[in-house]
Each structure stands twice: as structure tokens, then as C-alpha cells.
């Protein structure tokens, strides 16, 4: 096990590990006593038919599909040696490895809001790109090869999202800075502005629509038959267009279930055969999405000048 400085200074940790994450703090969790959510999802409706005196009408039933989210399980280990028992700081010492851990599980849920996918690992919840559907992705790229982001395209996806108002915009670092390079170097008139929000912060904006990056999403996915396929291996992003909200919402987007107790911590105790106390953390949860429509994406885009 490897051994931490226990003078006073260890009071103050600096972090280092940094990643803005502008999608997860967005996103709804709905507590569960159970183990799963269930909802519907209208698949078709009925035909009204103009009709005469005395016709008979016809009837007109409704179809919908059942979606079900059930819940994952996440969970991480902090182990303080026996050592610590004795020493002036041993509860901060515990404090500090909880809190280490807390932040590694978000740092874990926030890579699997955007990259989970439960088909190739079941033990991990569907992220956004498993939850778009094929039919509200909008590519950039061809074949295996990716192309430059063109606002045209972005329009395009922008007019699939019929469910709602387009929340969040959100892309790399990469594509963010040649979305604002458009902007300061354009002799033509661009969609893109800044302006201040609630809070006086400067914020971008996309057609009225928060334009912002997020630190999860990477440059380095790969396409295969001009769409994404992994987070890995290649020289791509994508930029999604996401509503938030609970099935029961008037904003059926993106959205959390979780265990009663969501990210719960506590004590295993003095194991067996070590010195060592042990604390565990633990978080069930999974992601979903209401409608289908609530949730867009253009993949395929590499890191080069945009185009109108």
C-alpha cells in the first residue's frame, strides 16, 4: 500500500486532476426504492376519419412501446492503514480519502454519462452515445474518415429536436476554440455571440442556445461507416444537442436514476487480516432518455477550421 506524508501540511491537497463538466451537473437523478424504471413511449397514434350521418366510426387505438432503465452498480474502496489510529489527524486523514473517492466516482460517471454503453460492457449504464438514436445523428465524417464541422449540418441537427428547446450545446476544447476562432476572424456574420448569464459569467451562445465544452468528451474518437463507434483510436469528436428532464416532465430529455440513497458511503471496519480501515463508497445508478427526440448529434468532426 502506498504511504502518504502524515505531517500537517497533507491538510491542504491541491488538486490537479481538473475536467469541466457542464452535462452532468445538468442532468435530473430520480430516486428509486426499486431497481428499475419503466415508461412509455408513444410509438403511433390513431386516425380520425371525417364521417356521414349514421356511418359507423372507425376505432382508434394508440400504440405505444415500454422502455426500461435499470440500475448499475459503481462503487471504490478507501482504505486508511492502522497506522493513521495514532496520529493527531487520523479522522481527516479518512475525511481526505473519502473525499478522493466521492470525486473518483464522479469523475467515472461523468465519462460514462457521455461513453457507456451496457451492450458492449453490461455492467456499466448507456451514456448519450449510446442513446442517440441513429436516426438524430447528423455525420460530418465518411467512411473512417473525419471532416470539418460545417454550421450547415449543425442547423440540420438543430431542426431534428422537436421535443423541446435545445438546452446545451456541447462539444471538446478543440471544436469550442474553432467555433470561437469562426467567430473572431470571420468577415461574415455568424450565429455565434457571447453574452453575460444570470450569475454575470460570459457564456457563448448558438442560436440562442449555451455553446460549451466539456472536458469528457474527447478528439480521439473513431467513426466507422461515417459514424461514431468508439471513444478511442481515431481523430474526432462530436457535438451533441441535449434537453434535460424526467420522463414525467414537460421536458422528456436527458435524465438519472438512482439507488434511495444515491452516492452512499460507509464503514466496512478493521478488515480481517490487515491494519487497515476500511470505508466504501458506493453509487447505483443508470442514464436514460425520454423521448427520442430530445437528443441530438453531429459526429465525424475533426479538429480544423469550421465552415458555414
Known amino acids: 500500500m502506498q504511504q502518504r506524508s502524515t505531517e500537517a501540511?497533507?491538510?491542504?491537497?491541491?488538486?490537479?486532476?481538473?475536467?469541466?463538466?457542464?452535462?452532468?451537473?445538468?442532468?435530473?437523478?430520480?430516486?428509486?426504492?426499486?431497481?428499475?424504471?419503466?415508461?412509455?413511449?408513444?410509438?403511433?397514434?390513431?386516425?380520425?376519419?371525417?364521417y356521414g350521418l349514421d356511418e359507423e366510426l372507425p376505432e382508434g387505438t394508440p400504440t405505444t412501446t415500454e422502455v426500461t432503465v435499470s440500475l448499475e452498480q459503481l462503487g471504490l474502496n478507501a482504505d486508511t492503514h492502522g497506522l493513521?489510529?495514532?496520529?493527531?489527524?487520523?479522522?481527516?486523514?479518512?475525511?481526505?480519502?473519502?473525499?478522493?473517492?466521492?470525486?473518483?466516482?464522479l469523475e467515472t460517471v461523468g465519462d460514462i454519462l457521455i461513453y457507456g454503453n451496457n451492450t458492449s460492457n453490461d455492467k456499466e449504464p448507456n451514456g448519450i452515445h449510446a442513446l442517440t438514436p441513429a436516426a438524430m445523428t447528423t455525420n460530418e465524417g465518411s467512411t473512417a474518415t473525419g471532416a470539418q464541422l460545417n454550421f450547415s449540418n449543425l442547423d440540420a441537427s438543430i431542426h431534428l429536436v422537436k421535443s423541446g428547446k435545445i438546452q446545451l450545446l456541447s462539444v471538446t476544447r478543440e471544436i469550442h476554440r474553432?467555433?470561437?476562432?469562426?467567430?473572431?476572424?470571420?468577415?461574415?456574420?455568424?450565429?455565434?455571440?457571447?453574452?453575460?448569464?444570470?450569475?454575470?459569467?460570459?457564456?457563448?451562445?448558438?442560436?440562442?442556445?449555451e455553446?460549451?465544452?466539456?472536458?469528457?468528451?474527447?478528439?480521439?474518437?473513431t467513426i466507422a461507416d461515417s459514424t461514431f463507434s468508439a471513444k478511442l483510436g481515431g481523430?474526432?469528436?462530436?457535438?451533441?444537442?441535449?434537453?434535460?428532464?424526467?420522463?414525467?416532465s414537460g421536458n422528456p430529455g436527458i435524465f438519472g436514476i438512482q439507488g434511495a440513497d444515491g452516492m452512499q458511503p460507509f464503514e466496512i471496519g478493521w478488515l480481517e487480516n490487515k491494519d487497515v480501515w476500511r470505508d466504501r463508497v458506493r453509487w447505483r445508478l443508470a442514464f436514460g432518455v425520454g423521448s427520442t427526440q430530445a437528443i441530438g448529434r453531429v459526429d465525424g468532426i475533426t479538429d480544423v477550421a469550421v465552415a458555414a
Open 9 to 50: 501540511f497533507e491538510a491542504i491537497v491541491i488538486d490537479e486532476i481538473i475536467n469541466a463538466d457542464p452535462t452532468l451537473p445538468r442532468v435530473p437523478f430520480e430516486s428509486l426504492n426499486g431497481t428499475q424504471k419503466r415508461y412509455l413511449r408513444e410509438s403511433t397514434i390513431a386516425t380520425p376519419s371525417f
Open 84 to 105: 493513521a489510529d495514532t496520529l493527531e489527524n487520523s479522522m481527516g486523514q479518512r475525511a481526505f480519502k473519502l473525499k478522493q473517492t466521492a470525486k473518483a466516482m
Open 235 to 248: 481523430a474526432t469528436s462530436s457535438l451533441f444537442l441535449l434537453q434535460f428532464g424526467l420522463p414525467n
Open 178 to 209: 474553432q467555433m470561437g476562432a469562426f467567430v473572431n476572424f470571420s468577415s461574415t456574420s455568424t450565429p455565434i455571440r457571447t453574452e453575460k448569464n444570470s450569475f454575470g459569467e460570459f457564456i457563448r451562445m448558438y442560436n440562442e442556445t
Open 211 to 221: 455553446l460549451v465544452w466539456n472536458d469528457r468528451q474527447v478528439q480521439t474518437e
